[in-house]
Every structure is written in C-alpha cells, then in structure tokens.
C-alpha cells in the first residue's frame, strides 16, 4: 500500500464505532506505515458508540477536500456506508474483495471506502483497501453513468 504519485502524502480520513475499532486499528496502522497522512476521527475506546456520528464526520472531511478518500468501519459496514452517502458527493462501498475494490474505484468513482470488522478479515480489508487506493477512476462512460446517479439539487 502506497501513495499515489502526488505531491506530499495523501490525506486518508479514518473513522468506525465500537465494533469497528480493532479492523479500524488494524487499517489505520498500515496507512500511516505506507506514508499516508491519517485524519483519525475516532472512536479509539470499546465503549458502545453510533456509527452515524464517524460516517458524518469522515464524509465531510471528504466532502471539504480534507481528505483525498475516507475508510469507515462498523460491524458489517452497512450502516455505515448507509449514514456516509447521505452526504452529497460521496460515494461510500462496503468492501469484501480487492476485485470490489477495483470495480467501485475504476467504475464508480468511490471516494469512501466501508468495511465490516464482523464480516471481513484483516488481510482481506488490508487488500481491498490496497486496491482501492492504487485504482484510478476510469471515467468515459463511467463518468456519463455517474452523472445520473448524481440528482439535482
């Protein structure tokens, strides 16, 4: 894992609750050892959070350009990635394979990398997260499709 040729590092906003902190923990390590620059939001404690709180505040890290991508992660990574596209401009996945990981880069222009820390294993999340990272948007008719997800104000 490294940062694309830019530069200075890229900025990688991080956030997950309660269920999320160890794979959280995990993920957030390798960034900072690949040279990424990590805005941590938290939680850092085992104690019962909600998840929305994180999604909001990595999403709008994303969103103001504080952040080049964002990586959240909760139990299964839904609700999380459910509370992050809430906010307009992001495009939050949940992982579970670095060919998903590709795929949402290259055709969806995903800014918001989501996780489950009870549903996928840390070599797996450290993969996807990999490709996430490394994978260019592709955009020609991707951008076009694109276009009409995103709905006028």
Same mark, same amino acid.
């Given at each position: 894992?490294?940062?694309?040729?830019?530069?200075?590092?890229?900025?990688?906003?991080?956030?997950?609750?309660? =269920?999320? /902190?160890?794979?959280? &923990?995990?993920?957030?390590?390798?960034? !900072?050892?690949?040279?990424?620059?990590?805005?941590? +939001? %938290?939680?850092?404690?085992?104690?019962?959070?909600?998840?929305?709180?994180?999604?909001?505040?990595?999403?709008?890290?994303?969103e103001q350009g504080r952040a080049a991508f964002g990586v959240l992660v909760c139990g299964t990574g839904i609700g999380i990635q459910?509370?992050?596209?809430?906010?307009?401009?992001?495009?939050? =996945?949940? /992982?579970?394979?670095? &060919?998903?990981?590709?795929?949402?880069? !290259?055709?969806?222009?995903?800014?918001?990398?989501? +996780? %489950?820390?009870?549903?996928?294993?840390?070599?797996?999340?450290?993969?996807?997260?990999?490709?996430?990272?490394?994978?260019?948007?592709?955009?020609?008719?991707?951008?076009?499709?694109?276009?009409?997800?995103?709905?006028?104000?």
């Amino acid at each position: 894992m490294s940062p694309t040729s830019s530069p200075g590092p890229l900025t990688i906003a991080i956030g997950g609750d309660h =269920a999320g /902190l160890p794979l959280k &923990t995990i993920l957030q390590e390798a960034l !900072a050892a690949a040279g990424y620059t990590v805005c941590d +939001f %938290g939680t850092n404690s085992n104690d019962s959070v909600d998840y929305p709180d994180f999604a909001h505040q990595v999403s709008a890290a994303v969103e103001q350009g504080r952040a080049a991508f964002g990586v959240l992660v909760c139990g299964t990574g839904i609700g999380i990635q459910i509370a992050a596209n809430r906010h307009p401009g992001i495009r939050a =996945a949940v /992982l579970h394979s670095a &060919t998903e990981a590709r795929l949402t880069r !290259a055709h969806n222009d995903a800014n918001i990398a989501c +996780f %489950g820390a009870r549903t996928t294993g840390p070599e797996v999340a450290l993969d996807a997260l990999k490709a996430f990272l490394a994978t260019e948007f592709e955009g020609g008719r991707h951008a076009r499709r694109l276009a009409k997800i995103n709905l006028p104000a």
